[in-house]
C-alpha cells in the first residue's frame, strides 16, 4: 500500500497563475519531506524540502505547506511558468533519511 | 556538485536475457538506491544498499538483485528479463544523514 499518494495524476494552468500540487501520507513516522521536478528522460531533481517541525518553507516561486494533523503537505508554485511544466513527485523519509518513499506523481501543464 | 552516472540511457534486450545496469556515484555517499518509474505508479523502491556489500529489498525485488562490491557502484541485475520490466529505472544517492537524494539520468529500459 503506498504511504504517500498524490490524487491527481494532471494539473494544467494559465502561465502567471497559481499552482497548487497536494500530497497525503500515511506513515506518522515521516519526519522530512521532499518535492522533486522530473523531466521526460531525466532523473528527478529536488525542489524544495520541508522538515517536520515546521509548517512553511519557501524558497523564491516555490513555497511548501505542511499539515501535520492532516497528514498533507501541498506545493504552491507563483506565479507559474512554462518552464515548471513537468511531472511533479511528493517524496517522504523518516528521521534515518535511509528510505525515500516516492508518491505517484503530478503531471504540471503550464499553459503560455 | 553530485554526480551520478548510469551507464546506458536507453536499452533494448531480449526476453530472457541477463541484464545489467550500473550506476556510479562521485559523492562517497553511503546510501544507494534502484528504483523503477512507470505511469501512475510514480517510483517504486526496487533495492538499497546503506554500505559496501549491504543490500535491502526494497517494495517490489521479485526478478532484481544488486550487487555493491565498492562504495562507489552499485548494480541492478535482471537475472531473467521479462517484458514487465520495461521500465524507466533510476539510481539515487545519498549520505549518511542526507537530507535528500541525488538522482541519475535514468536507464529506459525496454524488454522485447
Known amino acids: 500500500d503506498q504511504q504517500v499518494k498524490q490524487n491527481s495524476p494532471s494539473l494544467s494552468v494559465q502561465e ?3 499552482s497548487i500540487l497536494n500530497c497525503d501520507y500515511t506513515n506518522s513516522m515521516f519526519d522530512y519531506f521532499l518535492w522533486y521536478k522530473k523531466y521526460p528522460a531525466e532523473g528527478p531533481t529536488f525542489l524544495i524540502s520541508i522538515s517536520s517541525i515546521k509548517d512553511k518553507n519557501e524558497d523564491g516561486r516555490f513555497t511548501v505547506f505542511l499539515n501535520k494533523s492532516a497528514k498533507h503537505l501541498s506545493l504552491h508554485i507563483v506565479p507559474s511558468q512554462p518552464g515548471d511544466s513537468a511531472v511533479y513527485f511528493c517524496a517522504a523519509t523518516e528521521y534515518n533519511f535511509n528510505k525515500f518513499y516516492f508518491g505517484s506523481g503530478t503531471k504540471l ?3 503560455p | 556538485d553530485v554526480k551520478v552516472t548510469q551507464s546506458s540511457r536507453y536499452l533494448v534486450k ?3 536475457e541477463k541484464v545489467f545496469l550500473e550506476c556510479v556515484q562521485d ?7 534502484w528504483y523503477r518509474q512507470d505511469p501512475g ?19 517490489i525485488p521479485e526478478g ?4 555493491r562490491e565498492k562504495k562507489e557502484r552499485f548494480s541492478l541485475i535482471l537475472e531473467s528479463a521479462s ?7 533510476l539510481c539515487a544517492t545519498n549520505g549518511a544523514g542526507g537530507t535528500e537524494a541525488f538522482f541519475g539520468q535514468g536507464t529506459r529500459l525496454t524488454v522485447v
Open chain 1, 16 to 18: 502567471g497563475r497559481i
Open chain 1, 109 to 111: 501543464n503550464v499553459k
Open chain 2, 14 to 16: 531480449r526476453t530472457g
Open chain 2, 27 to 33: 559523492m562517497d555517499h553511503e546510501n544507494m538506491f
Open chain 2, 41 to 59: 505508479l510514480g517510483l517504486r523502491l526496487i533495492y538499497f544498499s546503506y554500505d559496501v556489500k549491504m543490500k535491502e529489498k526494497g517494495d
Open chain 2, 64 to 67: 532484481y538483485s544488486v550487487s
Open chain 2, 83 to 89: 517484458t514487465n520490466q520495461t521500465s524507466m529505472y
